[in-house]
């Protein structure tokens, strides 16, 4: 079963979800909702993954748009599902029935909706999106489509927690180079003196708090711990294998 965000339930006009990795016809290591088009998964299984999911959000099976991630600060208004996915991490749209979708297997699936002016967004928020703009990108873009920031809910879902999250010296560097107050994302790694563990859902939360949005939810779920639920980048680095299955975080206005 998907997750849902009671803020974003609670909402008048929004459907959502964030996808789990049960539920689904995938096999072996992408088991079993593998939602990654760029996978090396069956493309058959991941269409019918992705076809789950649009039934699960009350959309046409072809109404489930997602750009070509590449951890950027790139936004896009989506008016139409894409015919080739533009390379962004970020989308915002006033359409009813068609669904945003965000892919991640560690980093942050954020999802937005201002439910006063009719507008959603979904951004994917890795460290490399996130310290340099796409949670502002994506406000921008909703905002060109009439939003407004205290009206807007934003929830990050499934994301690596900071107890998962070893990181290297050079990596804290270049966010204290941004921000010397980006020290307080950083705790010493308990494994290797000369290395911290970041706290990734800590810092998105903190961007979308000091952007100006009117609420803001993390559902605290790691997915580097939870195996059973989710795909994890770095636990499947860990372990050696040579793929991974992404999870889809998606969100639709009923129309």
């Not at 058959?44 to 099976?61: D, I, S």
């Not at 790691?222 to 770095?234: E, I, L, V």
Request: hydrophobic share 40%; with cysteine.
């Amino acid at each position: 079963m998907p997750i849902e965000s009671p803020a974003l339930a609670a909402l008048p006009g929004i459907r959502h979800a964030y996808f789990t990795r049960e539920g689904g016809v995938s096999e072996g290591l992408y088991a079993s909702l593998n939602g990654g088009l760029g996978s090396g998964d069956d493309p058959a299984a991941v269409a019918e993954n992705r076809r789950r999911m649009t039934a699960r959000l009350g959309v046409a099976p072809d109404a489930l748009a997602s750009v070509f991630q590449v951890h950027s600060a790139e936004a896009v208004i989506v008016e139409a599902p894409f015919a080739e996915r533009p390379r962004a991490d970020a989308m915002a749209t006033r359409v009813p029935g068609l669904a945003l979708g965000i892919l991640t297997a560690d980093c942050g699936p954020i999802l937005f909706a201002d439910p006063a002016n009719r507008v959603i967004g979904a951004a994917h928020a890795g460290w490399k999106g996130a310290l340099t703009g796409i949670i502002e990108a994506t406000l921008a873009a909703m905002e060109s489509l009439g939003a407004t920031r205290r009206e807007i809910t934003a929830v990050l879902g499934p994301t690596i927690s900071g107890a998962a999250y070893e990181v290297g010296p050079e990596f804290r560097d270049r966010f204290a180079a941004a921000d010397p107050g980006n020290g307080r994302w950083f705790a010493p790694s308990p494994e290797r003196p000369d290395h911290s563990l970041f706290d990734l859902p800590g810092y998105v939360v903190a961007r979308l708090e000091r952007a100006g949005v009117g609420t803001v939810a993390d559902l605290g779920w790691c997915t580097y711990g939870d195996p059973q639920r989710f795909y994890s980048y770095r636990r499947t680095t860990h372990r050696g294998e040579p793929d991974y299955g992404r999870l889809v975080s998606a969100i639709a206005l009923v129309p």
